[in-house]
């Protein structure tokens, strides 16, 4: 009989294997046995908690945008300030937070994006990451700004976003967090500039 509370430990100690053999050999060759190894437990272990590698997948997913989300909420929490300027450079920041950049993770994101098109849940999880970052993003833009221009710079930063994490994920030598925040910041006081919004400039400091 399990101990316990063994169930969340075994569950956690599963995901982070998962993502340490995405890293190493990538998504395909990321077999439910070598997964197993990484963890130290029997393959028949993966069946019974997630039902086999998809629904292994799948609950890496949802704990690596449960930490972005965490990312964001922690630096939204801290802000003295409740300006737009401040919530939306407190959502970039959380955006390239360690936990969204690292060499596991940032691999098991990009293995996360390919197989959303062909695996209706994870297209489902993606749907729902983009969506809860273009909502975040215009209702802080819409506080200063009429709401066709709102939507536009919400879509445009999150593409900025998007972007930079994508280049910075593919390039040989991995993602620069700090120049992709400071290009981020830059795309975000133009924008407002734009519009006419006076914002102090911004500072980006590695976390």
């Known amino acids: 009989m399990p101990k316990v509370g063994m169930e969340p430990i075994r569950r956690q100690q599963l995901i982070k294997a998962t993502m340490a053999a995405i890293d190493e050999v990538g998504l395909a060759e990321a077999t439910v046995m070598r997964i197993a190894r990484h963890a130290g437990v029997s393959a028949g272990i993966i069946s019974h908690y997630f039902g086999g590698k998809d629904g292994l997948l799948e609950a890496t997913m949802r704990q690596i ?3 972005l989300n965490n990312a964001v909420s922690i630096r939204r929490h801290a802000l003295e300030d409740d300006s737009p ?3 939306i450079g407190a959502i970039i920041e959380g955006n390239f937070d360690r936990t969204q950049v690292t060499g596991p ?3 098991t994101w990009l293995a ?3 197989s959303s098109m062909h695996k209706p849940m994870l297209l489902r999880l993606q749907y729902v990451n983009d969506r809860r970052l273009y909502a975040n993003l215009c209702h802080q833009f819409r506080r200063v700004m009429p709401r066709n221009a709102a939507r536009n710079a919400a879509r445009g930063l999150a593409a900025m976003i998007d ?3 994508l280049r910075g994920a593919l390039a040989p030598e991995g993602l620069d967090a700090a120049e992709a925040r400071h290009l981020a910041h830059q795309y975000l006081d133009q924008l407002l500039a ?3 919004c006076q914002q102090p400039a911004s ?4 976390y």
């Open 163 to 165: 972007g930079l994490w």
């Open 65 to 67: 945008l449960t930490d």
């Open 203 to 206: 500072i980006s400091e590695p």
């Open 194 to 196: 734009h519009h006419g």
């Open 85 to 87: 300027r401040a919530n």
């Open 105 to 107: 993770a940032a691999k």
């Open 112 to 114: 996360f994006w390919a």
